[in-house]
């Protein structure tokens, strides 16, 4: 069984092999097609299988059996530009005529394996294999150093996360409990340019992918009467630790004491806790889900910054005999915030504060907030054929990294020293937008 989930979990990586922009922080909104249509929603509206990793709970409403298998195209678009390099370059933000540059790690394929059964009248139970966050960014191709320089110091992440789990739902009248144990299988991949500290030179620093298991747990219940469903979830947080990743890149820009980035390659998939409502009459289905993602508790993401983030989903199903509309809207305030990099204000923590802000717009601006969803399904006898689009637009981020700049100007792996500080200053930029289509085909047996 282990031999079997392991060789699922690397087909599945390979299917995925390009890192891919989750859309509330580094977090899919919804699991499948159907939810995904509708916004996300999922804690009190049930999509038979496809409801394990979202709340195991609605696993409930499988008839007997069915497997569905669907595949998300992801299309993020996401550029960049800082004039913060230059100064590590020639010690002025005016040497290099800094141009925005688009990342190249645009496509990505995601995929979602999910399998129930009715065991009693009572009981359901599965299995899933899903890819559920991930995120990442490709500047590797870009000048560094030249006049075409867009500022990004070639950075090229990858972040892919994917969970098996099995899930169990139990049924009494209408209240339905459900819990799923889960194995999180993730990689992290982090490269940039760097400064040899024996040489003084810039050289690019790649220490390869690094990957690592954890293990969580994911709970939730619904009540159902008259056509009215409510909805709570819990999913525990994971930690997962990448060997040589964030802790060497860190070293690279002046180490923990400089930046204070203290939580090494440890980097924690954060709790969410959530509830929802659902109510469907005459074919309609109206779903609102409120959840809350902690990341301003989660080990490595509080050290950059991050915040904990609501997020609010509502969607709409008519389903007729045979096929089935969907329409949703996602909103999340970005749970990145900007840190205080000016050295006029934040003295020698401004170093610190803007080696954050650069991080956070270059390598990992998960900083998308609106989503538009549509969707629908058709169903062939037993076989039915779902799909959802997913349209994100664009938003942009300025971050001072002004305290960057000072930094480099005294000595690139130190603190700044607001006196050294010739009055320029700096900021990271980014805008990011994003599309995907998910289909997918489920089969009751």
Do not use: C
């Not at 390009?18 to 159907?34: H, P, Y």
């Not at 002025?92 to 790690?105: C, E, G, K, L, Y």
């Not at 909805?231 to 994971?238: E, M, R, T």
């Not at 400089?258 to 806790?273: F, K, N, V, Y």
């Amino acid at each position: 069984m282990k031999k079997t989930i392991k060789l699922a979990v690397v087909a599945a990586l390979a299917l995925g092999a390009t890192s891919a922009f989750a859309t509330n922080g580094d977090v899919m909104i919804g699991q499948g097609a159907k939810s995904r249509a509708m916004g996300g929603v999922g804690i009190a509206k049930s999509f038979g299988a496809e409801s394990a990793l979202v709340n195991p709970a609605n696993i409930s409403s499988t008839e007997d059996m069915e497997v569905t298998i669907s595949a998300t195209v992801f299309m993020p678009n996401v550029s960049f530009s800082s004039n913060a390099a230059a100064n590590a370059q020639n010690g002025s933000t005016t040497s290099v005529n800094v141009q925005s540059a688009d990342s190249a790690s645009n496509l990505s394929v995601i995929p979602e394996v999910y399998y129930t059964a009715r065991l009693t009248d009572r009981l359901v139970t599965g299995i899933a294999i899903a890819g559920t966050a991930g995120m990442g960014v490709d500047y590797d191709g870009e000048a560094f150093g030249t006049a075409s320089d867009n500022g990004a110091f070639r950075m090229k992440t990858a972040l892919q996360l994917l969970k098996v789990a099995v899930p169990v739902s139990y049924t009494v009248g209408g209240l339905t409990v459900g819990a799923a144990g889960v194995l999180q299988y993730g990689t992290l991949q982090m490269s940039h340019m760097a400064q040899n500290p024996n040489t003084g030179a810039y050289e690019l620093l790649d220490n390869g992918a690094s990957s690592d298991t954890g293990y969580g747990v994911e709970v939730g219940a619904t009540y159902t009467a008259k056509g009215l469903t409510l909805g709570a979830v819990y999913k525990s947080a994971i930690s997962m630790t990448y060997d040589n990743t964030i802790s060497s890149s860190v070293t690279a820009f002046g180490g923990a004491a400089a930046t204070g980035i203290g939580s090494g390659d440890t980097l924690e998939q954060p709790a969410e806790r959530g509830v929802g409502i659902s109510y469907e009459y005459a074919g309609s289905t109206i779903s609102a889900d409120y959840k809350n993602i902690a990341w301003g508790s989660a080990t490595g993401y509080k050290d950059f910054g991050w915040e904990d983030q609501d997020v609010y989903a509502i969607g709409y199903e008519y389903a007729a005999n045979g096929w089935a509309l969907r329409a949703g809207y996602n909103y999340a305030k970005s749970p990145i915030v900007e840190q205080d990099g000016n050295p006029l204000t934040a003295g020698q923590a401004a170093y610190g504060n803007a080696i954050k802000n650069f991080f956070n717009t270059d390598g990992f601006p998960g900083i998308v907030e609106t989503h538009f969803t549509l969707g629908g399904g058709i169903a062939l006898g037993d076989f039915t054929i779902d799909g959802a689009f997913v349209y994100v637009p664009e938003v942009t981020a300025s971050y001072n990294t002004t305290g960057m700049t000072a930094g480099f100007m005294a000595n690139a792996t130190q603190p700044a020293n607001p006196a050294n500080w010739d009055g320029s200053t700096s900021t990271a930029d980014v805008t990011h937008s994003q599309m995907g289509v998910t289909i997918a085909g489920t089969y009751k047996f």
